[in-house]
Every structure is written in C-alpha cells, then in structure tokens.
C-alpha cells in the first residue's frame, strides 16, 4: 500500500470513510485473489496457414489452421470481421440487429493464394498467413492488420490477444473515448479502462472517465473509423510513422491493441469524415436529441446548500441581464448524500421551488450517482432487494452484495446489465420529476468505490448478468455508466412520454449517444485544464458524442479573473454549457471576477443566445447525420494535412470557426483557416484560406470566423429567428441548413437548406431555388469587405 495513496484517500472523503476505504481495498483485493488466481501458464497461438474458404452473405469465412475469419460487409458499407468464430452480436454498441449483409460484396481469390471481398467503398483482402488489408476502390492500403496472436490459460480462462496494425506513414490517430491530452493522440498507450482519476485531472492524466475502443484514422489515403467491439479491459499503444526523405522508405504508422479477454472482433467504417461519422451513426444509433433548453447557459455548484443560496444565484443572473436556462443540483442537496432523497431542512419545499424558477425560464437538473446506501430502511436499498430472485445489487462469486465505500458510507450497487434492474432503476426517476427536476446528470458511474490503493472500482470477480450470459466486471465495467445511461433514459421515457429526456453521464462507452451526452468531469482549474477541455469536446464528437462539454472554470480551486473569462467563452461555443466547480473551490458566478469579467461574460452569454437557433439546427443535424456540433479544422478537408495538426481552434457547424485563446495574456493569436475566404465576426475583415492569419482577441472577445456563403438561423432582439448570410465571394456560392425549433417534444423538425450567390452586387438568398420560399427575415454581413492578406507565421 502506498501511504500518500492512503493520506490523499482520508483527505478527500474524511477520515472514518478514508479508513473504510482502506477497508474496502483490502476486501476487494482478497476477493480478486480468491476468485481469480493467477493466470499461470499459457499457451500461444497464431492463426496459422490459409487452408480453405467458405463464400457467404456479404462475404464469407476464411479457415485457417488453428483459426477463422469471418468478413461481412453490410448494407450502407461497414465492414465487419471477427475471428475464432465471434458474431457481431450481442453488443452492447449496436442498439438492436446488426446491418444486413450487402449482398452485392462476396469472397473470392486473391492473389498469392489470399481471398478478398470487394464492395462499394472498400476491398478487404487477406493474405495466406492471416493479414488483412482495407483497400480503396483505387487500391490505396488504409490499413494493415498483421495475424493476431493470442494467450490462452493452459487450465481454461478467458484468452488475452493482440491485434498489431499498420497505417500510412502520414497518419494521424484520434478518438478512444475522452482523452485529455487530445484530440490528436501521439505516440503512447493509452488504456481502456473507465476511471475516476481522483478529484482532478489535467493533460497528462489517462485514463479518465469514459474510454472506448474506437479509433479514428485520417491520413492522404482518406479517413476510417476502427472499432474494436470488446468491453473488457485493454490497452491501445500507438505510434505515428515517418515518411522517408528523398527515397528513404517511409515508416508506417503503428497501432496495437491489446485486451485481457473476450472476441476479436472488428467494425470499420470508411469515406469522407462526414461519411464516416454518419456510417458510425447508423451503425450504434442516432444521438438523442437534447430538449432546446439544454443548448442554454447552465450553472452549477457543489454546494449550493440551500433554496435561498439558489435562488440568489438565480436572482444575480437575472438582475444583472445575464441568460441561463438551468441550475444543476449536486450531492448536497440528499439527505445524507442517499440518492433520490432531499434534505429537507434546507430545501423544504423543492416542488415549490423548480416551479417558481420554471416560471422564470430556469429548470432544474438533478445529479444521480448508481451507489445505494446498504441500509434497511432506505427506501432504494429495499426495493432493490426484491428486484427479480436475486435483487437488484452486483454480488460475489459466493453470492454475497459487492459492498463499497461511496459518498452515503457503505453501498451497494445496481446491476444495470439485467433488464429488469434497467426496469426498476427507471421507475425510480418519477420521485425525482416529483421534486421538480427536468433533467439529471449521472455521476460516480464508472462505477467508483472509495479506494486507498488500487483501482477505485469494483473487484473485478464482481458477478454481473450481462443480458443474461453472465460474467464478471472484468467485461461489465466499461459499459456500467453506459448501461445505467439507458436505464435512465428509458424510464424518463416511460414517465414523461411526451417530452425528450435531458441525460449526460459522465461515464459510458460506445453508443452512449443514444441516451444522451457527457462532461468532461472534474478538470483540473488552470490553463492546461482550459486546453484538455477543448480536447475532450472534440475527441467525443468524433466517437460519435455529439453534446459535451467541460465544467467552466475548472473543478477544482479559483481561476484567475482572465482564465475564468476565456474558458467562459470557449464554452458559450461548446454543446454543454455550463459552469461548476467542488464544494471547497471558489465560485463560478461571472459577477464574482469583477466587472471587465462581467462585461466579456455578457458579451458571451448574449452571443450564446444569438446563436440559439444554430445550436438547435446541429443537434438535428447531429441526430440525423451524426455530425458533431464541434468539428476539427480538417473536417471538410482532411487532405490537408496543416489543418490535421491544429488542435487549438474548431469549427462549430459548418459556418462558424472558433479560436478561444488557451494561453495566458495574450491578446493575439495565429489562426490557421481552411480553403476559402474567411470574416472574421467582429470587425467584418475578410482573410483568404488556405493559410494562417493573426487575430485580435482582447480579454473581451476570442476570434470567430464566418465561412463566406454562409447562412446560418440566429436570434433577433425580439426572439424571432432571421437568417445571417455572409457574402459569398464573387463566382462563388454557399449555403446552409435551418432546422426550426419544434419545442421539447417528438415533433421531428423540418430541415430547410438555403442558398446563396452574388448578382450584380446584391447576395441573393434561395430557398429550392427560389427566393419567395425564403420565409425568414435575411441579414447580409461582410458584403463590402476586402479580403485581407494571409500571413505565414
């Protein structure tokens, strides 16, 4: 045991529970030890020569000496391949069936005795020892997977495997979930393993809360999305290669999983990065769309303390003329931090109080954290226990409740891979709509259990349904926050069916989207936190977690009047908006930091509801393409390998480029634009991309950019929607997408797409080809603006 774990562990949660935690490590550790001993040893395999191959639906089985692949592409182009027989289902990934098999792809011989299957977009070829090559339909080498290997226990066990591949040399590497030290992922490992990092977390900490074994690759040969479907514990190493000078040889870039157990199996999705991210839609399911309040300012505290501590916040955001459309409620508001309860004495009458701020425009949002105080007589605790035959609660191998030390003291934790503890969990949300709330926010959920030393989860022997398979935590851990995401959802449903549920979790796995989004967690207060931010919003969206964002300000600790500004601003562009900060930190409300600080925060806040209209148009945009609202430079032109290497900057939608300044004291920055011309929002200056061009950005405002032919929904003063067009350069043209805001039901939006060209002189603005369909009032911007230089810096 290490004594500063120790120390760090009786600081954070007190000292009777820093020594149950103590406590609760020593368990677990002798429940591991007895019910999973050692590996011993193992035998090595590879698949061996090439011996035969059976055609079937959409491709086929390779066999081979001691193993087989099984390739099949589906019905909108993914591509599926697994070996030693593994299916693509079940899956916790893929919301029901798996995509049809294309009919028009098939197994036939290759050459060098090998065998491919060609489709549409991609031809996968195997060789006779067991590589496996994704080509494009030009014969381009996306990807090379060399023939895995795998360990496998000599007394029986799950078999640990590995998976070596090979990418272009001029390859970059994004994805595996939140990583903080991303968007672009160098060389390193990094693990997949769901993890409460402890209290704070900056750039260099991995992993964090929300991992996945998915993988997006973006190189000169085009972009594709590898994703191993395995929830067991893994590591992914990379390395990016090196192109050869002159006539050196080139060195690939090198990617390699590894995972402790279950399938080997594999879902690539190829094209456009748009394409890509809409073929990865498809396949785990749409992104839930979140009610229109939710793309408001929110704010939040741990440690409100009271209804009159919430609503003099309240009342400071309203007096000073500032927006905010939901106050989060964390822990302290429990009645001893036991999870659907209320402290009474100090929020009496909680109904009471979300209807009067309802009527004020400001709901209420709720945390739920999975942990259930073990205790007869609370009400969750005793339900839970006559939940199916054998309660609700993961058990041991011997049978008995797993116990951990959480926030209540000693609890016990839902099962969320059985259908009927989903079933139960849900119908637990109607006592929290009782008290008013319209949202929640799932935390503790990967899971976490007060720990010393050692992994802060559950002993990995833990007993778990898994949909009725069964196994243990070593294969449920990773998808617990994503499990306890669909309970949630669905029970939220179930009692308010006619208004969409407002959900993010702070855990989850691939196909969290479905149920809602995610924060960052607890990042750390300072610059480097500000930068692991935008990094983690950026990541997720391109794992296909659309509505995300960080705390602002930090978790931990008081921001500097300028760091809380800036991280301000980056946030009024980001999906989830909303400031928090832990009990013992400063506060996040922007009058705090004085008045230069409030005025910016003004600045933002009304900004942020000017663009309201935008931020409604990419959820649907989300919800039916899969596209994030928060998008790399690249993303419309990932050839462009500058643009691949800029992570300080992002478009938001199509339209808008953003530049939050990341650094301390400064006052200008280097942007680098993508191909076009470019207005920058506050002073109308045009700039001509590709290239790099230095910006104003006063402690008042960051940079923003419009794309020019831009036309995008925003908010007039008296609330109506007009449409805002900047000028589209001349012999050129543009455009944009408007989805209307339908309110906070099921009624699918109508996504109209507009037009815009110069004609003598004049932006003339269509709808379908015609300007009388346009409805909306229209606003050209930047028709009279010179194009500047572009500066190489």
């Known amino acids: 045991m290490d004594g500063r774990d120790l120390v760090r562990s009786v600081k954070m949660v007190g000292s009777v529970q820093g020594m149950r935690a103590v406590r609760s490590a020593w368990r677990r550790r002798r429940t591991d030890a007895r019910a999973l001993p050692p590996r011993g040893p193992e035998r090595a395999r590879v698949p061996g020569l090439l011996v035969g191959a059976e055609p079937g639906p959409g491709g086929g089985v390779v066999r081979f000496a001691r193993s087989e692949l099984r390739i099949r592409v589906a019905v909108g182009g993914a591509v599926f391949w697994s070996w030693d027989g593994a299916e693509s289902m079940p899956s916790y990934a893929l919301p029901g069936e798996a995509p049809e098999p294309d009919p028009r792809a098939g197994l036939e011989p290759d050459k060098d005795g090998g065998w491919q299957v ?138 390699e999983v590894r995972m402790e157990g279950g399938p080997l199996r594999c879902w690539v999705v190829t094209g456009t990065p748009s394409r890509v991210l809409q073929g990865w839609t498809a396949l785990t399911g749409a992104p839930a769309l979140p009610p229109s309040w939710a793309l408001g300012p929110q704010h939040s505290r741990w440690g409100f303390g009271s209804e009159d501590e919430v609503r003099r916040i309240v009342a400071g955001y309203r007096e000073r003329g500032l927006a905010l459309s939901a106050v989060h409620l964390d822990i302290d508001h429990y009645d001893a931090h036991q999870v659907f309860t209320v402290d009474r004495e100090r929020f009496p009458d909680l109904p009471g109080l979300a209807k009067e701020l309802r009527a004020d425009g400001v709901r209420l949002v709720s945390i739920v954290d999975p942990a259930v105080k073990a205790s007869p007589g609370n009400g969750v605790f005793d339900s839970g226990r006559e939940v199916g035959t054998a309660g609700a609660f993961v058990r041991d191998p011997q049978g008995r409740r797993v116990l951990g030390e959480v926030w209540p003291g000693e609890c016990v934790y839902p099962d969320f891979t059985d259908p009927q503890v989903r079933q139960w969990w849900g119908t637990l949300y109607e006592e929290r709509l009782a008290q008013g709330f319209s949202g929640v926010w799932h935390d503790m959920n990967e899971p976490v259990a007060f720990t010393a030393f050692g992994d802060p989860s559950l002993p990995h022997s833990s007993r778990h349904a898994l949909e009725g398979r069964g196994g243990d935590h070593r294969e449920a851990h990773n998808v617990y926050g994503l499990t306890m995401a669909q309970a949630g959802y669905e029970g939220l449903r179930r009692l308010r069916p006619d208004e969409r549920p407002f959900l993010f979790s702070r855990s989850g796995w691939a196909g969290m989207q479905r149920y809602g989004g995610t924060w960052s967690g607890d990042v750390a207060t300072g610059w480097p936190g500000l930068r692991a931010s935008l990094a983690l919003v950026l990541g997720l969206g391109l794992c296909g977690v659309p509505y995300s964002g960080p705390d602002v300000g930090g978790f931990d600790g008081s921001p500097s009047p300028e760091l809380y500004l800036r991280w301000f601003q980056l946030g009024a562009y980001l999906p989830l908006f909303r400031t928090h900060a832990a009990i013992d930190a400063g506060r996040r409300e922007p009058w705090e930091f004085g008045t230069e600080v409030l005025s910016g925060a003004r600045a933002a806040l009304e900004e942020r509801e000017r663009l309201r209209p935008y931020f409604v148009t990419l959820a649907e945009l989300a919800r039916l393409t899969g596209a994030p609202y928060v998008r790399p430079l690249w993303w419309g032109a990932s050839g462009d390998r500058a643009l691949r290497e800029c992570e300080d900057a992002f478009l938001l939608g199509d339209a808008l480029l953003v530049a939050p300044v990341l650094e301390c004291g400064s006052d200008r920055r280097a942007v680098r634009l993508p191909r076009g011309r470019w207005y920058d929002t506050a002073t109308e200056e045009a700039y001509e991309g590709p290239g790099q061009v230095l910006l104003d950005a006063p402690l008042s405002r960051i940079p923003v950019l419009a794309r020019a032919g831009a036309v995008l929904p925003v908010r007039r003063a008296d609330g109506s929607t007009e449409l805002e067009v900047w000028a589209p350069a001349a012999g050129r043209t543009g455009g944009g997408l408007v989805a209307r805001d339908v309110g906070d039901g099921w009624t699918r939006s109508e996504v109209e797409r507009f037009t815009s060209r110069l004609s003598g002189g004049r932006v003339v603005v269509e709808r379908d080809g015609e300007e009388d369909l346009v409805t909306y009032p229209v606003r050209v911007r930047g028709l009279r603006a010179p194009a500047g230089p572009v500066q190489s810096l």
């Open 118 to 255: 060609v489709s549409e977009r991609l031809t996968v070829a195997v060789s006779r020892h067991g590589a496996v090559e994704l080509r494009t339909p030009g014969g381009v080498v996306l990807r090379r997977e060399l023939p895995p290997r795998w360990w496998e226990p000599v007394g029986g066990g799950a078999a640990r495997w590995v998976q070596r591949s090979e990418v272009p040399a001029d390859a970059r590497f994004f994805g595996l979930g939140g990583r903080a030290g991303g968007p672009r992922l160098r060389g390193g490992t990094y693990r997949l393993w769901n993890t409460d990092p402890g209290g704070r977390f900056g750039p260099g900490d991995d992993p964090l809360y929300l991992t996945m074994p998915v993988q997006l690759v973006v190189s000169d040969a085009g972009t594709h999305l590898a994703f191993h479907d395995n929830t067991w514990s893994g590591r992914v190493t990379l390395r990016e290669g090196e192109e050869g000078a002159g006539s050196g040889h080139d060195r690939p870039g090198t990617c």
